[in-house]
C-alpha cells in the first residue's frame, strides 16, 4: 500500500506519540463530535469541534441513550463532562465521567458568530466539492 500523504508518518509509534503530546489547538480539533440528522441537514456540516454548552447524546458505552449538556471540555484527558453523567465515590461524592466526543451525537449547538462563520466555512467547501464533482 503505497502512502496518501507524504507529509505524515505512518508509523503507529509517531502517530501516538503525536496524538498524546498534541497542543490544545489540535486536541481541539480531535475532538469533534457528529452532528445529529437534523442538524447535518440544516447546516450541511458532518461534524465538529465540541463546545461548552452544547447539548449531546451519548451513542456508544453503559451511558448510552442519556442526554445532557456539556459542563466541560477536558481536553488534558482527552474526554467532555456532561451534566447529570456522574457515578458516586464511596465517600458519597458525585464525580462526572469522561465521555470522549466521538461517542456522543450533538442535539443542539450553541451558536456565536464564530460558530456560525466555522459553519458556512466547512459548508461552502462541502458545496464546493460537490460542483467539482458533478463537473467532472
Request: overall charge positive; charged content about 35%; proline content about 4%.
Amino acid at each position: 500500500m503505497t502512502k496518501i500523504n507524504t507529509s505524515l508518518h505512518s508509523s503507529r509509534r509517531k502517530a501516538r506519540k503525536a496524538h498524546f503530546s498534541a497542543p490544545s489547538s489540535v486536541r481541539r480539533v480531535i475532538m469533534s463530535a457528529p452532528l445529529n440528522k437534523e442538524l447535518r441537514e440544516k447546516h450541511n456540516v458532518r461534524s465538529i469541534p465540541i463546545r461548552k454548552d452544547d447539548e449531546v447524546l451519548i451513542t456508544r458505552g453503559s451511558n448510552k441513550g442519556r442526554e445532557g449538556k456539556v459542563t466541560s471540555v477536558y481536553r488534558l484527558k482527552y474526554v467532555v463532562h456532561i451534566e447529570r453523567v456522574s457515578r458516586e465515590k464511596s465517600n458519597g461524592q458525585s464525580v462526572p465521567i469522561g465521555i470522549h466526543p466521538s461517542k456522543c451525537v450533538i442535539t443542539k449547538l450553541k451558536l456565536d458568530k464564530d460558530r456560525e462563520n466555522i459553519l458556512d466555512r466547512i459548508s461552502k467547501g462541502r458545496e464546493a466539492k460537490a460542483k467539482d464533482k458533478e463537473n467532472a
